[in-house]
């Protein structure tokens, strides 16, 4: 049966991995500066983390929401003092799309309105609710397409969102902690406190997408909490499963949870809240947030040097490397030749990087060896 062939694929075949390297069938060894777009955050394979999902297979795998599930509860307990977030209610799901459908339909439910102020460059994901607020026409079906109102505004652009508000239909503002795949641009703190303030003088919602900058990536557990603000919803999943499929959005405690409200029949299942507990520990005991500033810092000190690079955008380790020219070629020969993963954005000269939370000096200055070979 041939594969539905929706992906331009890089010819190499991971068959094992370990910390923030991949091993291909021959042996061979790639640093992994982009974790399988931003997914690793503690690193492949972490022997906690195999411990606790292989622990969980041998006593149970799955059950659905229709039973107790203390593993979420013990999620959401470690969750809470790590992010900061006690008072906010944790709902899980399956993947980032999800999270964010189902923040969207929350804020929806809330607020009792559907208009949604969303940003240029956005990417939110690929179900319904999410395709219609990510700024890309060209991979939205008809179907897609206006199925609620949505303004557009550019990120800080904080006359355009005033003026959005002012006709009171508004449900929702989304944005993005970090912009990811839109090229790492972000909102400034003041934009952020401005939505905040806004949202609540206009009884909207303000979802803050934390897919990708969150679980530590900006050197934050969420890069939001660099402007001090207190988002109604927050959605995560990527890190949070280091390649587990789990998300999860934070609800803020004045919407409440009606029976059936939402839904899902994986979500939040045994094996997920395993691997869910697994990346909050080694987060914690290994402190790699601390980790993530200590090398955001060695990378910036290194780059700055390198001459071809333009600028250097993002926080923490979610960075993107400006170039001149486009940078595809440049992440081939990075792969095939120096064998170093690293991405794309929808900036055809923006490099991406997002290595594993847990990478040392080594690991930098082995690809900033690369980089430098591959620009000369
Ligand atoms: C900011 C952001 N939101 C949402 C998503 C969608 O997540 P998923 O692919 O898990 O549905 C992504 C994925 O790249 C993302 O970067």
Same mark, same amino acid.
């Given at each position: 049966?041939?594969?539905?062939?929706?992906?331009?694929?890089?010819?190499?075949?991971?068959?094992? /991995?370990?910390? %923030?390297?991949?091993?291909?069938?021959?042996?061979?060894?790639?640093?992994?500066? $982009? +974790?399988?777009?931003?997914?690793?955050?503690?690193? #492949?394979?972490?022997? #906690?983390?195999?411990?606790?999902?292989?622990?969980?297979?041998?006593?149970?795998?799955? $059950?659905?929401?229709?039973?107790?599930?203390?593993?979420?509860?013990?999620?959401?307990?470690?969750?809470?003092?790590?992010?900061?977030? %006690?008072?906010?209610?944790?709902?899980?799901?399956?993947? +980032? /799309?999800?999270? !964010?459908? !189902?923040?969207?339909?929350?804020?929806?439910?809330?607020?009792?309105?559907?208009?949604?102020? *969303?940003?240029?460059?956005?990417?939110?994901?690929?179900?319904?609710?999410?395709?219609?607020?990510?700024?890309?026409? !060209?991979?939205?079906?008809?179907?897609?397409?206006?199925?609620?109102?949505?303004?557009?505004?550019?990120?800080?652009?904080?006359?355009? &969102?005033?003026? /959005?508000?002012?006709?009171?239909?508004?449900?929702?503002?989304?944005?993005?902690?970090?912009?990811?795949?839109?090229?790492?641009?972000?909102?400034?703190?003041?934009?952020?406190?401005?939505?905040?303030?806004?949202?609540?003088?206009?009884?909207?919602?303000?979802?803050?997408?934390?897919?990708?900058? +969150?679980?530590?990536?900006?050197?934050?557990?969420?890069? #939001?909490?660099? *402007?001090?603000?207190?988002?109604?919803?927050?959605?995560?999943?990527?890190?949070?499963?280091?390649?587990?499929?789990?998300?999860? &959005? @934070?609800?803020? =405690?004045?919407?409440?949870?009606?029976?059936?409200? @939402?839904?899902?029949?994986?979500? +939040?299942?045994?094996?997920?809240?395993?691997?869910?507990?697994?990346? @909050?520990?080694?987060?914690?005991?290994?402190?790699?947030?601390? !980790?993530?500033?200590?090398?955001?810092?060695?990378?910036?000190? *290194?780059?700055?040097?390198? =001459?071809?690079?333009? %600028?250097?955008?993002?926080?923490?380790?979610?960075?993107?490397?400006?170039?001149?020219?486009? &940078?595809?070629?440049?992440?081939?020969?990075?792969?095939?030749?120096?064998?170093?993963?690293?991405?794309?954005?929808?900036?055809?000269?923006?490099?991406?990087?997002?290595?594993?939370?847990?990478?040392? *000096?080594?690991?930098?200055?082995?690809?900033? #060896?690369?980089?430098?070979?591959? @620009?000369?």
């Amino acid at each position: 049966m041939p594969l539905f062939d929706v992906y331009p694929r890089f010819d190499v075949t991971p068959v094992r /991995a370990k910390g %923030a390297y991949v091993y291909d069938e021959k042996g061979q060894e790639y640093l992994d500066f $982009y +974790g399988g777009h931003g997914v690793i955050s503690i690193g #492949h394979t972490h022997p #906690h983390y195999v411990k606790l999902l292989e622990q969980q297979l041998q006593l149970i795998g799955f $059950y659905s929401n229709s039973v107790n599930m203390p593993l979420q509860e013990e999620l959401a307990k470690k969750l809470a003092i790590q992010s900061g977030y %006690a008072d906010h209610q944790l709902f899980l799901c399956n993947s +980032g /799309a999800e999270a !964010n459908e !189902n923040a969207l339909k929350l804020a929806s439910f809330h607020t009792g309105k559907k208009k949604v102020i *969303a940003f240029r460059k956005s990417f939110h994901g690929r179900t319904a609710a999410t395709l219609n607020v990510t700024d890309n026409a !060209n991979i939205s079906a008809p179907i897609n397409l206006d199925n609620y109102p949505v303004v557009w505004a550019d990120l800080n652009n904080e006359k355009a &969102v005033t003026q /959005a508000l002012r006709t009171k239909d508004v449900a929702a503002v989304i944005v993005e902690g970090i912009q990811g795949v839109g090229g790492l641009d972000m909102p400034t703190v003041a934009f952020l406190q401005f939505l905040s303030k806004s949202c609540k003088e206009n009884d909207a919602l303000l979802i803050l997408d934390e897919i990708q900058s +969150g679980y530590g990536r900006s050197g934050k557990f969420f890069a #939001h909490q660099y *402007a001090g603000i207190q988002p109604d919803l927050i959605t995560m999943a990527k890190g949070m499963g280091n390649g587990f499929p789990i998300g999860g &959005v @934070l609800i803020a =405690p004045q919407i409440k949870a009606k029976a059936g409200m @939402l839904g899902t029949t994986f979500g +939040g299942n045994h094996l997920a809240c395993a691997a869910g507990i697994a990346v @909050l520990d080694v987060l914690a005991s290994e402190k790699l947030i601390d !980790n993530v500033m200590q090398m955001h810092q060695l990378l910036i000190d *290194a780059l700055q040097h390198i =001459p071809a690079v333009r %600028a250097i955008k993002g926080k923490g380790l979610m960075l993107g490397v400006q170039f001149d020219f486009p &940078v595809q070629e440049m992440r081939s020969k990075l792969l095939y030749e120096h064998h170093v993963f690293t991405g794309a954005a929808s900036d055809p000269t923006l490099l991406r990087i997002l290595p594993p939370l847990g990478i040392d *000096a080594a690991h930098i200055q082995t690809f900033i #060896h690369a980089l430098k070979n591959v @620009l000369t």
